[in-house]
């Protein structure tokens, strides 16, 4: 069997142990190309473009990188991963709705608003948004309001309506279809 090979058939532990004994970094790239697809993975469900998702995972795989003599075989190495990669994920969201960008503050309706667009454009959108808004159903303004307004989790939203975190993600979907359905006749209306 190849030094490749038998590096390959190691656990995820016994390959840190022996980066940490030797300071070899070929032991952490090799952690890294068999974690690489499933962190971005798990960056894009969060970030939802994948140029973030990307640069999200990067940043992770440097942080264990600093962050492997914290690692205590207390749990699994994946364990560990996927904390600090939920954990990197939801700072740096954090840190986005902290210091938007122009058009970041109305990311819900990307779909319908381009980011070139002037000013007073974005300012008309945004109270016609407004407008669409008051004419959804009061359920339907309830969880978009709360999701993208008073920037609530989902996890914390299922929970308070007391639904799994896929049901309400769909009742979200809906909200929006039903938003933007409603934007873009009273879009053509004002045409």
């Not at 790239?29 to 999200?56: E, G, H, I």
């Not at 990197?88 to 709705?97: A, E, F, I, M, V």
């Not at 009061?138 to 975190?165: C, F, G, H, I, W």
């Amino acid at each position: 069997m190849t030094s490749s090979r038998l590096l390959q058939s190691q656990t995820d532990e016994e390959l840190i142990r022996l980066l940490l004994a030797t300071r070899n970094t070929r032991y952490l790239n090799l952690l890294c190309t068999r974690y690489y697809d499933k962190v971005f993975t798990t960056c894009l469900s969060w970030m939802k473009q994948p140029d973030l998702a990307a640069d999200c995972t990067q940043e992770i795989f440097v942080k264990v990188h600093l962050k492997i003599e914290a690692f205590q075989f207390q749990s699994s190495f994946s364990t560990w991963l996927f904390a600090i990669s939920r954990n990197h994920c939801s700072d740096r969201l954090r840190y986005n709705k902290r210091h938007p960008n122009p058009c970041s503050l109305y990311d819900f309706y990307s779909d319908m608003e381009p980011c070139d667009s002037s000013h007073e454009d974005v300012e008309e959108r945004g109270q016609l948004v407004e407008a669409c808004m008051d004419m959804l159903k009061p359920e339907d303004k309830q969880l978009l309001s709360l999701k993208y307004l008073a920037n609530y989790k989902v996890e914390d939203m299922a929970r308070q309506y007391s639904v799994t975190e896929s049901a309400m993600k769909m009742r979200l979907k809906r909200a929006r279809t039903r938003l933007e359905a409603i934007y873009q006749h009273q879009e053509c209306r004002l045409a």
